[in-house]
């Protein structure tokens, strides 16, 4: 299920007070731990996609501030999301996690992931300070 916490969902890119922020993760504890902890924060919009395919169609028609995104997901995995979807969201700065998989380790995914266009890049399973601080650093780097 898709959830945005905060607004309601709507097509147009955030507003001063708020950041639109797209969360791309099959793995609903995860997610729900992403949720948890940027609801927190009333700046925050949170959209919930549960893959990259979703997450596609979701860019097609709605712009975000930023863009989550773990790695080995179901229909469109994060790679092929950043790589296909740079036309769709151009500089929007994304933030790719991964806990590894069968045939490539984390890191593996991890150097792929920022070879594509990935601004950051977190271990699973990652700490909420790492994750606010990425968060921070990737949103005041597209200010400038």
């Known amino acids: 299920?898709?959830?945005?916490?905060?607004t309601d969902l709507d097509h147009s890119a955030s507003t001063d007070q708020t950041?639109?922020?797209?969360?791309?993760?099959?793995?609903?504890?995860?997610?729900?731990?992403v949720m948890s902890l940027l609801t927190k924060y009333p700046e925050y919009?949170?959209?919930r996609m549960p893959n990259g395919m979703d997450a596609f169609r979701y860019l097609s028609n709605n712009?975000?501030?930023l863009i989550l995104t773990d790695i080995l997901m179901p229909e469109m995995d994060g790679i092929e999301l950043i790589q296909k979807g740079r036309q769709l969201f151009g500089d929007?700065?994304?933030?790719?996690?991964?806990?590894?998989?069968?045939?490539?380790?984390?890191?593996?995914l991890l150097k792929y992931a920022q070879i594509f266009g990935a601004k950051r890049v977190?271990?699973?399973?990652?700490?909420?300070?790492?994750?606010?601080?990425a968060i921070q650093s990737a949103l005041a780097e597209r200010e400038k």
């Open 19 to 33: 950041l639109k922020i797209l969360l791309v993760e099959d793995d609903h504890w995860m997610a729900d731990f």
């Open 45 to 47: 919009v949170v959209i």
């Open 122 to 133: 977190l271990d699973k399973p990652v700490k909420p300070q790492a994750l606010l601080d």
């Open 1 to 6: 299920m898709n959830t945005v916490a905060g």
């Open 92 to 108: 929007t700065p994304v933030i790719a996690f991964s806990g590894g998989g069968f045939r490539l380790d984390q890191t593996e």
């Open 63 to 65: 712009k975000v501030d």
